[in-house]
Nanobody, 120 residues
Framework: VQLVESGGDLVQPGGSLRLSCAASGYTYSRYCMGWFRQTPGNEREGVAG???????SYADSVKGRFTISRDNAKNTLYLQMNSLKPEDTAMYYCAAGRCEVVAEIGPDYWGQGTQVTVSS
């Protein structure tokens, strides 16, 4: 199983980025997917999630600014990030988990992360 993130970059406040996560090695369409982020010294936090049927959820801090989506034909997960703020600076990880248990036990698979830095 592989999850490979891309799209992280240095961007100015108010700017936009789109992160991608290419998945392989499992039945992508059956899994719930999510984006998490982590800064040094802090725990990893959930940013956005999407079920196998396309239902989405967001952390309050990103609602209205971030959009999670998935393309099951391409086995790819996306995170469109708009109106970026310095506090969005973090390493962003994508993750996959079995929808029936992910809320209890967390994701089964993680990517290696992509760095997003929001700074002028």
């Amino acid at each position: 199983v592989q999850l490979v993130e891309s799209g992280g970059d240095l961007v100015q406040p108010g700017g936009s980025l789109r992160l991608s996560c290419a998945a392989s090695g499992y039945t992508y369409s059956r899994y719930c997917m999510g984006w998490f982020r982590q800064t040094p010294g802090n725990e990893r936090e959930g940013v956005a999630g999407i079920d196998s049927d396309g239902s989405t959820s967001y952390a309050d801090s990103v609602k209205g600014r971030f959009t999670i989506s998935r393309d099951n034909a391409k086995n790819t997960l996306y995170l469109q990030m708009n109106s970026l703020k310095p506090e969005d600076t973090a390493m962003y990880y994508c993750a996959a988990g079995r929808c029936e248990v992910v809320a209890e036990i967390g994701p089964d698979y993680w990517g290696q992360g992509t760095q997003v830095t929001v700074s002028s």
